[in-house]
C-alpha cells in the first residue's frame, strides 16, 4: 500500500469514527507516525509534524462554526499543507530549466508542456534534446517543438549529452532553454556521469525531478540520488490524472526539502498546473471535499482575518486577495469592511466572476517586482503588453485592472494616515482576527 493510500485510509477512520475526543485525536497521530516512518519520511520530520497536529488539535481552541471533526482534519491538512511547502510561483525572469528523472517518467513530455507554458506567457523558449540514448527521444521532443512553435536544438548523432548542451548554449538567446535529459530505469553511474557534466556546462536555474504519480515511497531514494548529483530545486509530479495520488512526491519533498513545482494532469500540452498545496494534500489524503470544508473554514476565519502586512502596503497581490475575500463575504469581508464599504467604489467591489479570473491570470503573468510596485507596469507599455499576452487579454484590460488597483491605493493612502483607523488596526490583529468581532461597533 503506498503512501497516498495508507493517508486516505486514516482520513477515513477520522470522517467515520462515532466521537472525535482526546483519544481519538492520539489514535490518530499514532498511526500518522507509523504509516510516515513507514514511508521512509525522516522520524525527526515525522514527530514535529504529529506533535504540531496533536497539541493544535487539541489545545487550540476550535473554531467557530466547525465540528471537532472538521477541525481536525482542517489541522492536518494544514501541517502537511506547511510541510509540502506553499504553492509555487513560477519565476518569470529569463532562466535555465534542467529535467531529470527516471524512463517514462514525463521528461520529455513535461519539457514541452513548460515550453508552452512559458510560450504562453509572451516569453521566448528553447527546447534541448539532450537525451542521447533513444534518437526517439529527440524526434520526439523535436515535433512537440514544431507544435508549440518554439525553438528546438539537438547535435543529430551526437554522443556526449553535455555537447548538445553546449551547442545550445552557444546559439539559444531565449529567455527559458529548457533541457531534457535521458533518463535509465534504474539510477546507475553512466546517468550519475552525464548528468553531473550537463550540470557543469548548463550550470540550471531550476533542477526539476520529474516524478510520476504512482511512483510511490522509492521515490524518497531516487530524489535523494538525484539530488547528490545536481540539487534538486523543485519537483514535477506528473500523471495526476491517473491512478497515481503522489504520495511519493511527498516522500521525495521530505528527502531532500525541494517542494513540488508543477503538476502533469495528462498528455496533452495544456494539461500542466501550478502546484497548489491545498489542492494536491486534498488529493493525497483523498478529502473529496477539501475545497468545500477549507472554503467554509475560510469563509470563518483565514479570508476576514487581517494581517499586520496587509496595510504596511498595499501590493497588487494583497489587493486581489482582499477583493476575492469581500467578494466570498460580502462588502462586510476582510480589509474593505475596514475602510469603511461604503467608501470603497462599487465598481472595485462589484466585479464579475470573468474578470477576477482575468485578473488572476493577469497577476501570473506579472514578476515578482510588478506584483510589490505597480508603478513598473505603469511605467511601461511593453510590460503591459507582456501581461496582456500571458493573460490572453487586450492592453485596456491590463490598464483597467490597473485603475482599480490605483482607486484602492489612493483610499488605504487615506485610511494610513488615519491614526483612528491604525489603532483600531492594531486591536484587530492582537485580537486575533475579525472572526468574534463585532463589525458595526469597530466600524462605528
Ligand atoms: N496521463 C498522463 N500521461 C503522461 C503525463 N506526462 C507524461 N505522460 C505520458 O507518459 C509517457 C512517457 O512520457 P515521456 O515524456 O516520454 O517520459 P520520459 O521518458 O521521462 O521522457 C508518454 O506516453 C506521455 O504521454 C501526464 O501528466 N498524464
Ligand atoms: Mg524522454
Known amino acids: ?32 507516525q507509523r504509516i510516515l516512518i513507514a514511508s521512509d519520511v525522516s522520524v525527526k520530520l515525522v514527530f514535529d509534524l504529529t506533535k504540531r497536529i496533536e497539541k493544535r488539535a487539541l489545545e487550540s481552541e476550535q473554531m467557530q462554526g466547525l465540528t471537532l471533526r472538521e477541525h481536525l482534519l482542517k489541522v492536518v491538512h494544514d501541517e502537511l499543507v506547511q510541510f509540502m511547502g506553499s504553492s509555487y510561483t513560477p519565476k518569470m525572469e529569463k532562466h535555465k530549466i534542467l529535467l531529470m528523472g527516471l524512463f517514462g517518467s514525463g521528461k520529455t ?5 513548460l515550453a508552452y507554458f ?10 534541448v534534446g539532450a537525451d542521447v540514448e533513444r534518437p526517439a527521444a529527440q524526434e520526439q521532443l523535436e515535433q512537440l517543438s514544431e507544435q508549440i512553435g518554439v525553438h528546438f536544438y539537438t547535435v543529430k548523432g551526437e554522443k556526449d549529452a553535455y555537447k548538445v548542451v553546449q551547442d545550445a548554449l552557444s546559439k539559444s538567446k531565449d529567455d527559458i532553454l529548457i533541457v531534457d535529459s535521458a533518463g535509465r530505469s534504474a539510477f546507475d553511474e553512466r546517468l550519475a556521469e552525464e548528468l553531473t557534466k550537463i ?14 504519480a504512482d511512483i510511490g515511497q ?38 531532500t526539502g525541494a517542494k513540488i513545482s508543477f503538476i502533469g494532469v495528462g498528455e496533452k500540452m ?27 473554514v475560510k469563509a470563518v476565519t483565514e479570508e476576514s482575518q487581517i494581517k499586520e502586512e496587509d496595510f504596511q502596503e498595499l501590493t497588487i497581490e494583497s489587493f486581489y486577495n482582499q477583493l476575492k475575500a469581500a467578494k466570498k463575504m460580502g462588502p462586510l469581508g476582510g480589509l474593505f469592511s475596514m475602510m469603511g464599504a ?15 479570473k482575468l485578473y488572476e491570470s493577469m497577476i501570473n503573468s506579472m514578476t515578482k517586482e510588478e506584483r510589490k510596485d505597480a508603478s513598473l507596469l505603469r511605467k511601461s507599455r511593453s510590460r503591459m503588453e507582456r501581461v496582456a499576452r500571458g493573460a490572453g487579454c487586450t492592453l485596456e484590460d491590463v490598464r483597467g485592472f490597473l485603475a482599480q488597483f490605483s482607486k484602492m491605493e489612493k483610499m488605504f493612502d487615506r485610511f494610513r494616515k488615519d491614526r483612528g483607523f491604525r489603532k483600531k488596526m492594531e486591536k484587530m490583529i492582537k485580537g486575533g482576527g475579525m472572526g468574534n468581532m463585532n463589525l458595526p461597533g469597530l466600524m462605528g
Not at 118 to 127: D, E, I, Q, T
Request: hydrophobic share 40%.
Open 118 to 127: 512559458y510560450k504562453k506567457r509572451g516569453m521566448s523558449v528553447g527546447l
Open 1 to 32: 500500500m503506498d503512501l497516498g493510500q495508507s493517508l486516505r485510509q486514516l482520513v477515513a477512520k477520522i470522517t467515520n469514527a462515532p466521537v472525535i475526543d482526546e483519544k481519538a485525536v492520539k489514535s490518530f497521530t499514532k498511526d500518522l
Open 342 to 356: 461604503s467608501d470603497i467604489p462599487k465598481d472595485v467591489i462589484n466585479q464579475s466572476e470573468g474578470k477576477m
Open 218 to 255: 522509492i521515490a524518497g531514494k531516487q530524489a535523494q540520488e538525484f539530488n547528490s548529483l545536481i540539487p534538486i530545486t523543485g519537483v514535477i509530479v506528473t500523471k495526476m490524472d491517473g491512478s497515481g495520488k503522489g504520495g511519493g512526491a511527498l516522500s521525495a519533498v521530505a528527502a
Open 109 to 113: 513530455t513535461g519539457a514541452g508542456k
Open 199 to 212: 550540470g557543469e556546462i548548463l550550470h540550471p536555474d531550476e533542477s526539476y525531478l520529474v516524478l510520476s
Open 270 to 296: 495544456e494539461d500542466l498546473e501550478i502546484y497548489d498545496s491545498s489542492r494536491f494534500v486534498g488529493r493525497l489524503l483523498g478529502i473529496p471535499d477539501i475545497a468545500g470544508l477549507m472554503e467554509k
